[in-house]
T-cell receptor
C-alpha cells in the first residue's frame, strides 16, 4: 500500500498564527484527502486535493481558513490559518489505495498531526 | 445528509470471546463498506472491505453486509487484548464519492 509521511507529528501553536502540514506519498496518486479528527470524534473530511486544480472543500470549511497546495502527484500541504483553540485537533491526510488481489481497496492514512492551539 | 451510525461503546468483551460491532447507514444506494481500526493516538488502518451481501472472512475478522436492512457488522473471533481500539465504519455512497465515516465504537478486550 502507499506509504505516507506526514509532518509535523505534533505542534503547539499560539492563537492567530498559522501552521502548514505536509504529506509526502511514496507513489503517485490522483487525489489526496485532508481530514480533521477532534478529540473523541470521528473523521471529518476537510477537502479533496487534486493535482493541477483547486481543492474541493466540504461544507463548513473554506479556502481562506484551510488553504491547500498540491504541486505534484506525490505531495500536498494543508495550512491551518489564523488559528484559535477550536482548531485544536488531529489532522490527517489520506490517499486512495486501489488494493491488490491480496489487499483490500480503501483509504490509507498518514500518521496524523496533533495540533494544540493555546 | 448521508449518515453512518455506530454505538460509541465502550464495548467490553472477555479475552477469547467474539466481539460484535454494528454499523447502520442512511444512503440506500451505498456501494462499498469498510472497517477501520484506530488505536489511541494512531491513525486509522483498514481491516476489511465488503461490497456484496453476505459474509466476508479474513483471519479472525468477519464482515457482514445486509443492504436491504442497511447495516454492516464486524465480528472479531477469539478477541485479544491487542484488539482493544476504536473501530470505525466507513461507507462509500457511490463510486467516486468520498467516504463517510461513522463515529466509531470503542472496544475493550479484558484479559
Amino acid at each position: 500500500s502507499a506509504v505516507i509521511s506526514q509532518k509535523p507529528s505534533r505542534d503547539i501553536c499560539q492563537r492567530g498564527t498559522s501552521l502548514t502540514i505536509q504529506c509526502q506519498v511514496d507513489s503517485q496518486v490522483t487525489m489526496m484527502f485532508w481530514y480533521r479528527q477532534q478529540p473523541g470524534q470521528s473523521l471529518t473530511l476537510i477537502a479533496t486535493a487534486n493535482q493541477g486544480s483547486e481543492a474541493t472543500y466540504e461544507s463548513g470549511f473554506v479556502i481562506d481558513k484551510f488553504p491547500i497546495s498540491r504541486p505534484n502527484l506525490t505531495f500536498s500541504t494543508l495550512t491551518v490559518s489564523n488559528m484559535s483553540p477550536e482548531d485544536s485537533s488531529i489532522y490527517l491526510c489520506s490517499v486512495e489505495d486501489l488494493g491488490t488481489p491480496t489487499r483490500n481497496y480503501g483509504y490509507t492514512f498518514g500518521s496524523g498531526t496533533r495540533l494544540t492551539v493555546v | 445528509q448521508k449518515e453512518v451510525e455506530q454505538n460509541s461503546g465502550p464495548l467490553s468483551v472477555p479475552e477469547g470471546a467474539i466481539a460484535s460491532l454494528n454499523c447502520t447507514y442512511s444512503d440506500r444506494g451505498s456501494q462499498s463498506f469498510f472497517w477501520y481500526r484506530q488505536y489511541s493516538g494512531k491513525s486509522p488502518e483498514l481491516i476489511m472491505s465488503i461490497y456484496s451481501n453476505g459474509d466476508k472472512e479474513d483471519g479472525r475478522f468477519t464482515a457482514q453486509l445486509n443492504k436491504a436492512s442497511q447495516y454492516v457488522s464486524l465480528l472479531i473471533r477469539d478477541s485479544q487484548p491487542s484488539d482493544s481500539a476504536t473501530y470505525l465504519c466507513a461507507v462509500n455512497p457511490w463510486y467516486g464519492q468520498n467516504f463517510v465515516f461513522g463515529p466509531g465504537t470503542r472496544l475493550s478486550v479484558l484479559p
